[in-house]
């Protein structure tokens, strides 16, 4: 297994992972079915919707096999599938430089990736300030790992309390 923590500008509220070299425009991906779960998918690429348009603490592990289910420990969490012909998985924020952009090796072909969100609440109640500390930062965890494409599927949905 890899682990590896960041910490991510989610401008736009998203976060991207994608083929290395991919060229794909994610605008036509977000239905509104995809703002309402929080994930916009397309061939070789995905965005996992945020709830700040901050810095997000974002940890990837790319696993040999699908993950046990620990939903009960996040807020939200979706899946989707997405190919990744190059073998390389780029994991950014919406406007980050790709060039300098965090890359990982998995195995080329389809992979599925669990996002699983966190902190959801405090983060959204300090706002514009939830990244000046790690206790009310939101956080997401992506897992990615080789299987046959499959349908975006939200396991565990969270929705924001009304002002």
Known sequence: MISTE???FADYYQIHLFDDGCV???GDAWTEEAVRDR???ATDAMAVGTSVNVN???ALQVLKAAPEDDSA???HVVEGSLHVTSGRLVVMGCTDYEPEAARFGVAAGPVRVRAARSNLAEAERHGI???DDPATM???RLQVWSAPHADPV???RWEPLEA
Do not use: G, N, P, W
Request: avoid cysteine; proline fraction near 0%; hydrophobic fraction near 55%.
């Open 154 to 156: 939200v396991i565990k």
């Open 6 to 8: 960041l910490e991510l």
């Open 56 to 58: 997000v603490a974002v």
């Open 24 to 26: 794909t425009d994610l």
């Open 129 to 131: 300030d939830s990244d």
């Open 138 to 140: 939101e956080r997401l």
């Open 39 to 41: 994930l916009a998918v």
């Open 73 to 75: 420990e996040f807020d």
